[in-house]
């Protein structure tokens, strides 16, 4: 089956790239491979350069998009945030008074559509990195309206899918999504750690993909990540959202790059992606769009944020 552009067919964001990224990008990529890059995440990366898949991918992305696009349109609809602060979690945001638009605290469906949620593009990342690494036991931390869910768990080898919400309202609305894509999934509303506390003994199998995406406080994501290590399988693809979103995440990736057990850690853009491979093996560090040392996906968020600012 040949390979073709997803940009048109489902309004996917053009090339967000500046000027050499995408050469430099494919350099990287043949870099990369030749000092021993695992296929796991061959075809992801590629994807990211390239952005073809194939109409077996497509047939999945037009279905996962068709949610969101339903969703989107309930612009007068909205839900509650999980929120965290110094005493602990706090679902207060759930019980806000509905007006005429959505209180403080509150999203409109269509805002958890095209902001909350994991883009197209994205999206298509995260079902080719379980698909390429044939992950069996998927877990998410963060499933917001279960789109990024959505998308991993229709990897053809995922069996057991299991995903973590705070907000009762975000998790009612994501397990419609999944119910309409998959036939088994596991979603368990609670603040991370209680999740973790009751999912992580069962976890006889162990995780084969682990995906990050929820609180953006300092540390947090390495502390989860600690957690997890127990549990990854040798081979394991862990992936972190937002790691440009502030110099407090962005200096937890960049540690990452010294945690013993990472085979690999690549700044792939928007996401962090990281290849477990147990014990006291150092992680092989790189940067999918690099040059002069400079992350050129970071250099674009800050000149967007600089922009509209």
Not at 146 to 173: N, W
Not at 260 to 273: E, S, T, Y
Request: charged share 25%.
């Amino acid at each position: 089956m040949g390979g073709q552009s997803m940009a048109g067919r489902f309004g996917l964001e053009g090339r967000w790239t500046l000027p050499l990224t995408s050469t430099v990008g494919w350099r990287r990529l043949r870099n990369m491979k030749r000092n021993g890059l695992p296929k796991a995440l061959c075809r992801p990366l590629q994807f990211l350069l390239d952005r073809t898949i194939s109409e077996e991918d497509a047939r999945v992305i037009e279905r996962i998009e068709a949610l969101r696009a339903k969703m989107a349109e309930r612009s007068a609809d909205s839900v509650g945030v999980f929120q965290e602060d110094e005493d602990g979690p706090s679902i207060a945001a759930e019980s806000a008074a509905q007006s005429s638009g959505p209180a403080q605290g509150r999203r409109s469906l269509t805002e958890v559509a095209h902001v909350s949620s994991v883009s197209p593009l994205w999206g298509t990342f995260l079902y080719l990195c379980a698909k390429a690494a044939g992950s069996k036991t998927i877990l998410e931390l963060g499933t917001a309206a279960g789109i990024s869910g959505c998308y991993l768990a229709s990897a053809p080898s995922c069996r057991r899918f299991i995903t973590v919400e705070g907000s009762p309202e975000r998790a009612r609305l994501a397990q419609a999504h999944l119910r309409q894509v998959v036939g088994c999934f596991e979603l368990v509303t609670a603040s991370f750690d209680a999740a973790l506390d009751r999912i992580l003994p069962g976890l006889r199998d162990g995780i084969d993909l682990a995906f990050i995406d929820g609180s953006k406080k300092k540390g947090e994501n390495l502390r989860l990540f600690d957690r997890l290590s127990a549990r990854l399988n040798p081979g394991s693809v862990i992936v972190f959202d937002d790691i440009h979103w502030s110099t407090d995440l962005w200096n937890d990736w960049n540690d990452l790059g010294h945690r013993a057990g990472l085979a690999h850690a690549i700044g792939a853009g928007r996401f962090g992606v990281c290849l477990w491979g147990g014990g006291g093996v150092r992680p092989r560090t790189d940067t999918l769009y690099g040059i002069a040392g400079l992350d050129l996906y970071g250099v674009k968020q800050r000149l967007s944020r600089w922009r509209s600012g």
